[in-house]
């Protein structure tokens, strides 16, 4: 599917072997009568010397901070091409799934919400949105 919902435009990063979240997040949207986009997500098996080189481990090892799995580098360099799609400027406003999410019931009014701010001249780069549990409003 290719759209955008209102003036904003949706992507899901979505790993082409995944069809079962696919279908899941397809079938969120549609019941919201949203358009997406699906972005390829970077998956974990095609990893090269290049991207393995670029991770800092003496600096994670000096933060105290755990080894970065092939599959965190391979989601952290689909959100990195996700936010390049993002900066790229050719939309306003640009609204990014994970394949894995599961909807608050608001999720459409909480978009809508982000679209007439961005309307009424609100300054904002990133709104991350976040939530514990299905049934926790994301925004009041």
Request: charged share 30%.
């Amino acid at each position: 599917m290719t759209s955008d919902c209102g003036m904003m435009k949706c992507i899901v990063i979505n790993l082409p072997r995944a069809k079962d979240r696919l279908r899941a997040m397809t079938g969120q949207f549609k019941r919201l009568d949203i358009e997406f986009e699906i972005l390829d997500a970077t998956d974990w098996r095609d990893l090269n010397d290049h991207d393995y080189e670029n991770v800092d481990r003496e600096a994670r090892h000096r933060e105290g901070r755990r080894p970065l799995s092939s599959g965190m580098i391979a989601c952290h360099l689909s959100h990195k091409r996700a936010i390049a799609t993002v900066a790229s400027g050719r939309h306003d406003l640009t609204a990014i799934f994970e394949d894995d999410v599961t909807f608050s019931p608001n999720v459409a009014v909480v978009l809508q919400a982000l679209q007439r701010a961005y309307s009424l001249g609100e300054g904002f780069d990133i709104v991350f949105l976040h939530r514990i549990s299905a049934r926790q409003k994301m925004a009041p």
